[in-house]
């Protein structure tokens, strides 16, 4: 039974002794009603019998009173009115305690209205206007950050339209990337809203359900929603996933789109790559990859600078389709100088580029100044001496000697590069770089010639070329130091005749790997394609077991063949290399080609074979991929073996360790790859972010190693999509009829939010008033006052 106002609160008053205090923003107070149960019920045990009841006690109460008013015929018609008054009075009064009546007084309060807020990475992206009324999409526009525009909103004209919300409803404020946590509500005035853009994750519909899963059993008007909508780390974490489980509680939701639905347009330099060692007045090619997303089919400029000066070397047009495929600009760069260089490359940015520290890549290039030193030694002018000799001469940045094992004494005076003898000190050995020796005859040299060409190569680190022969290499260097050298025993190799069936070299694993021996084009794709069109070859020597820690990088595979033949071997001996050709018909390359990429190989074959390619080389380097990572991305370890004193023979795996901040430790097992036993190769994922320290704990490698520093970071996939994933956020509404805004109306919220009413939240307490002493004393008042009246009246 509904009780007017003022009743209410005058019960409350009495029987609780004062109302309760409505909480700020939450509007609870105390509401009393008055509950009876049918006596029918009670007394007969059946609620069938409630409308006879009534009848009958309505008519036998009427005849009772007609009875009692005859009785009264001698009083006058107010006082009989009055009696009888005072009668039905009593009898009511019984009835009604017959009733069980009892008061119940409950509190009641605002249905809630959660409001969640997103704080993950995404909405950290500068793509909302600082003025509402200009579109987004216009580049010459100040922007804020998605979270910054959250912050304006909420706190404009002093939070005009949340205060409206908190007098209709009992408003939550929440803040969610992985999981929802409370805001305080109004915050305080020192610290106003603190909100900060560093979530992980934005799991949208997790959090949502797990609100709606703290305030269950409440009344809710619906769910405010202010984010971007783009989940994380999958489409299942989206707000439409809750949307059926929403709907099926009738909870409308309504989501507050922040950001612009297209994607942030940004251009990015991945890669910078070029060779680490440079010549002097010799073009180095430099290449660089950009990446753009969220633009429009362009052309854009790309510069490449000193770093040191800043002096602007080349600039480029690079066409970019939109596509976000990476596309590739090379440059041509000749240094005129020698010494250590900071290479440059960058990006021009967009107008409307929020971050532009992605626009730049550097790289450093050593440029040597002196040249190159090469020897070529060879018994008879064959074909691949001639072509060799013919382009080393015109290579500037290769300063060459040769030596003609059958030539005559009037040859090294008509040949400016001839020389009359092999060279006979350590001396003349040590001013060399590379020594390429083709089908020479080791009888020809003395002893102590062939001691040296061990010590050039395993001592002093240089860099050693053999050229197959059909005469002598590697035929007759059974049992001489330069069978050491190779990297298979000479009984393990077979001189076939030379065939008129053409074959067609293929590149290894190892070759693709990263060396730069096979290096004509940039991608990989036109690389391939590059050497699947070159001419093909007819002779090679046939080998049939290589030595441990030799590495294929070219190898022949006939049909119904099992193995492979190898064609082009690298070997590491000591502290130098040795590059073993097994056909003497690199020569063939230049048909139809000349010197392009004839020329290439053996620029890049010198240069990688030359000791001082690197000074600065050690022994032993122990690498990780980049310095940086992020959490669950793999870190890719490497352990280059550069002096094979430094590992014993056969050693196919080594231990490393990691340690965190924290003192933490665990193993990594690096294993050889490939063939090349001077690689070791492992993956680690780290799980944690901080800073890691890497050494190798094996007691098998010799060599002392600096600890190895990385920094894994929180991964930053919330960058990835940029675009505001509105066509989500309507979806959601949609289902749950609730209604869908951007930003820059959410003063209007207020007015499409349900109409709100107090509703009971918990019962306070129960008064049963039937057996209450204020109402046995009221009957007994009644009752009294009827039997004084009579007797006063003399109708007794």
């Given at each position: 039974?509904?009780?007017?106002?003022?009743?209410?609160?005058?019960?409350?008053?009495?029987?609780?002794?004062?109302?309760?205090?409505?909480?700020?923003?939450?509007?609870n107070?105390?509401?009393?009603?008055?509950?009876?149960?049918?006596?029918?019920?009670?007394?007969?045990?059946?609620?069938?019998?409630?409308?006879?009841?009534?009848?009958?006690?309505?008519?036998?109460?009427?005849?009772?009173?007609?009875?009692?008013?005859?009785?009264?015929?001698?009083?006058?018609?107010?006082?009989?009115?009055?009696?009888?008054?005072?009668?039905?009075?009593?009898?009511?009064?019984?009835?009604?305690?017959?009733?069980?009546?009892?008061?119940?007084?409950?509190?009641?309060?605002?249905?809630l209205?959660?409001?969640?807020i997103?704080?993950?990475?995404?909405m950290?992206?500068?793509?909302?206007?600082?003025?509402?009324?200009?579109?987004?999409?216009?580049?010459?526009?100040?922007?804020?950050?998605?979270?910054?525009?959250?912050r304006?909103?909420?706190?404009?004209?002093?939070?005009?339209?949340?205060?409206?919300?908190?007098?209709?409803?009992d408003?939550?404020?929440y803040?969610?990337?992985?999981?929802?946590?409370?805001?305080?509500?109004?915050?305080?005035?020192?610290q106003?809203?603190t909100?900060?853009?560093?979530?992980?994750?934005?799991?949208?519909?997790?959090?949502?359900?797990q609100?709606?899963?703290?305030?269950?059993?409440?009344?809710?008007?619906?769910?405010?929603?202010?984010?971007?909508?783009?989940?994380?780390?999958?489409?299942?974490?989206?707000?439409?996933?809750?949307?059926?489980?929403?709907?099926?509680?009738?909870?409308?939701?309504?989501?507050?789109?922040?950001?612009?639905?297209?994607?942030?347009a940004?251009?990015?330099?991945?890669?910078?790559?070029?060779?680490?060692?440079a010549?002097?007045?010799?073009?180095?090619?430099?290449?660089a990859?950009?990446?753009?997303?969220?633009?429009?089919?362009?052309?854009?400029?790309?510069t490449?600078?000193?770093?040191a000066?800043?002096?602007?070397?080349?600039?480029?047009d690079?066409?970019?389709?939109?596509?976000?495929?990476?596309?590739?600009?090379?440059?041509?760069?000749?240094?005129?100088?020698?010494?250590e260089f900071?290479?440059?490359?960058?990006?021009?940015?967009?107008a409307?580029?929020p971050?532009?520290?992605?626009?730049?890549?550097?790289?450093?290039?050593?440029?040597?100044?002196?040249?190159?030193?090469?020897?070529?030694?060879?018994?008879?002018?064959?074909?691949?001496?001639?072509?060799l000799?013919?382009f080393?001469?015109?290579?500037?940045?290769?300063?060459?000697?040769?030596l003609?094992?059958?030539?005559?004494?009037?040859?090294?005076?008509?040949?400016?590069?001839?020389?009359?003898?092999?060279?006979?000190?350590?001396e003349?050995f040590?001013?060399?770089?590379?020594?390429?020796?083709?089908?020479?005859?080791?009888?020809l040299?003395?002893p102590?010639?062939?001691?040296?060409?061990?010590?050039?190569?395993?001592n002093?680190?240089?860099g050693?070329?053999?050229i197959?022969?059909?005469?002598?290499?590697?035929?007759?260097?059974?049992?001489s130091?330069?069978e050491?050298l190779?990297?298979?025993?000479?009984?393990?190799?077979?001189?076939?005749?030379r065939?008129e069936?053409?074959?067609?070299?293929?590149?290894?694993?190892?070759?693709?790997?990263?060396?730069?021996?096979?290096?004509?084009?940039?991608?990989?794709?036109?690389?391939?394609?590059?050497?699947?069109?070159?001419?093909?070859?007819?002779?090679?020597?046939?080998?049939s077991?290589?030595?441990?820690?030799?590495?294929v990088?070219?190898?022949?595979?006939?049909?119904?063949?099992?193995?492979?033949?190898p064609?082009?071997?690298?070997?590491?001996?000591?502290?130098?290399?040795?590059?073993?050709?097994?056909?003497?018909?690199?020569?063939?390359?230049?048909?139809r080609?000349?010197?392009?990429?004839?020329?290439?190989?053996?620029?890049?074959?010198?240069?990688?074979?030359?000791r001082?390619?690197?000074?600065d080389e050690?022994?032993?380097?122990?690498?990780?991929?980049?310095?940086?990572?992020?959490?669950?991305?793999?870190?890719?370890?490497?352990?280059?073996?550069?002096?094979?004193?430094?590992?014993?023979?056969?050693?196919?795996?080594l231990?490393?360790?990691?340690?965190?901040?924290?003192?933490?430790?665990?193993?990594?097992?690096?294993?050889?790859?490939?063939?090349s036993?001077?690689?070791?190769?492992?993956?680690?994922?780290?799980?944690?972010?901080?800073?890691?320290?890497?050494?190798?704990?094996?007691?098998?490698?010799?060599?002392?190693?600096?600890?190895?520093?990385?920094?894994?970071?929180?991964?930053?996939?919330?960058?990835?999509?940029?675009?505001?994933?509105?066509?989500?956020?309507?979806l959601?509404?949609?289902?749950?009829?609730?209604?869908?805004?951007?930003?820059?109306?959410?003063?209007?919220?207020?007015?499409?939010?349900?109409?709100?009413?107090?509703?009971?939240?918990?019962?306070?307490e129960?008064?049963?008033?039937?057996?209450?002493?204020?109402?046995l004393?009221?009957l007994?008042?009644?009752?009294?006052?009827?039997?004084?009246?009579?007797?006063?009246?003399?109708?007794?």
């Amino acid at each position: 039974m509904v009780l007017p106002d003022w009743l209410k609160e005058l019960g409350i008053w009495y029987f609780l002794g004062e109302s309760p205090a409505a909480q700020p923003g939450k509007a609870n107070s105390a509401e009393m009603s008055l509950v009876y149960q049918d006596p029918w019920s009670w007394i007969f045990g059946s609620s069938q019998t409630t409308l006879f009841g009534w009848l009958a006690l309505v008519v036998v109460g009427g005849f009772f009173c007609l009875r009692f008013w005859s009785r009264l015929a001698p009083l006058s018609t107010a006082k009989k009115s009055f009696l009888v008054g005072v009668r039905v009075a009593s009898l009511l009064l019984i009835i009604g305690l017959l009733c069980l009546p009892a008061l119940e007084i409950r509190e009641v309060g605002l249905p809630l209205l959660p409001v969640l807020i997103d704080t993950s990475g995404s909405m950290s992206i500068a793509d909302v206007p600082v003025n509402e009324k200009t579109s987004a999409d216009r580049a010459d526009v100040e922007k804020h950050s998605r979270l910054a525009a959250i912050r304006e909103a909420l706190t404009r004209d002093d939070s005009q339209w949340l205060r409206r919300l908190q007098k209709r409803f009992d408003l939550r404020l929440y803040q969610f990337s992985h999981e929802a946590t409370p805001i305080e509500w109004p915050p305080t005035p020192s610290q106003g809203f603190t909100l900060e853009a560093t979530g992980l994750t934005s799991r949208i519909g997790p959090s949502v359900q797990q609100v709606m899963d703290e305030l269950r059993g409440s009344p809710l008007a619906g769910v405010v929603v202010l984010t971007d909508g783009v989940p994380n780390p999958s489409s299942a974490e989206a707000l439409s996933v809750v949307g059926s489980l929403l709907a099926s509680r009738s909870i409308p939701v309504f989501p507050v789109a922040v950001g612009s639905d297209r994607e942030v347009a940004d251009l990015e330099l991945v890669e910078l790559n070029s060779d680490d060692v440079a010549f002097q007045n010799d073009p180095l090619i430099v290449a660089a990859q950009v990446k753009g997303r969220g633009i429009l089919p362009q052309t854009v400029k790309v510069t490449l600078k000193d770093g040191a000066s800043g002096k602007v070397l080349e600039t480029r047009d690079l066409f970019l389709n939109g596509s976000k495929k990476l596309e590739t600009v090379e440059f041509s760069w000749i240094p005129e100088s020698p010494g250590e260089f900071s290479l440059v490359a960058e990006v021009a940015p967009l107008a409307d580029e929020p971050d532009q520290e992605n626009n730049r890549q550097t790289r450093k290039v050593k440029v040597r100044g002196d040249k190159l030193r090469v020897l070529l030694v060879e018994s008879t002018p064959r074909y691949e001496f001639r072509f060799l000799k013919q382009f080393l001469e015109r290579e500037p940045s290769v300063e060459l000697q040769t030596l003609l094992q059958e030539a005559d004494l009037e040859y090294a005076k008509e040949d400016r590069t001839a020389i009359r003898n092999f060279p006979i000190r350590r001396e003349d050995f040590a001013a060399l770089d590379v020594l390429i020796l083709g089908d020479i005859d080791p009888r020809l040299l003395s002893p102590s010639s062939l001691e040296l060409i061990d010590d050039f190569v395993r001592n002093q680190g240089g860099g050693l070329i053999v050229i197959a022969g059909e005469l002598n290499n590697p035929s007759k260097w059974s049992g001489s130091l330069l069978e050491k050298l190779l990297p298979f025993r000479v009984s393990d190799a077979q001189l076939p005749e030379r065939a008129e069936t053409p074959f067609q070299p293929l590149l290894t694993f190892e070759a693709t790997r990263g060396s730069r021996l096979f290096r004509f084009a940039q991608s990989p794709a036109e690389n391939q394609s590059i050497w699947n069109e070159l001419a093909p070859w007819f002779w090679n020597l046939q080998i049939s077991a290589l030595k441990p820690g030799a590495a294929v990088l070219v190898e022949r595979q006939d049909r119904g063949q099992r193995t492979a033949n190898p064609l082009i071997i690298l070997q590491r001996v000591g502290v130098g290399k040795v590059l073993f050709l097994a056909t003497d018909e690199t020569w063939r390359w230049r048909f139809r080609q000349g010197d392009h990429i004839f020329g290439k190989f053996w620029v890049q074959a010198i240069r990688f074979m030359s000791r001082r390619q690197n000074d600065d080389e050690e022994p032993v380097r122990f690498l990780a991929d980049r310095a940086t990572y992020e959490i669950g991305q793999k870190v890719h370890l490497t352990l280059e073996v550069n002096d094979e004193r430094a590992l014993p023979q056969g050693t196919e795996k080594l231990i490393a360790q990691v340690e965190s901040a924290e003192g933490q430790r665990e193993t990594i097992e690096l294993r050889r790859t490939g063939q090349s036993a001077a690689v070791f190769e492992a993956d680690w994922t780290p799980i944690r972010e901080g800073p890691y320290r890497l050494q190798m704990v094996d007691d098998k490698l010799l060599a002392k190693l600096p600890l190895l520093s990385i920094l894994v970071t929180a991964p930053q996939k919330e960058l990835l999509a940029t675009a505001a994933n509105t066509a989500d956020l309507k979806l959601a509404a949609e289902a749950t009829r609730g209604q869908y805004l951007p930003i820059d109306r959410i003063e209007e919220l207020p007015e499409l939010l349900p109409r709100s009413q107090l509703l009971p939240v918990a019962t306070i307490e129960s008064v049963r008033i039937w057996n209450r002493w204020e109402l046995l004393i009221l009957l007994g008042s009644l009752i009294c006052l009827e039997w004084g009246l009579r007797r006063r009246w003399q109708t007794l």
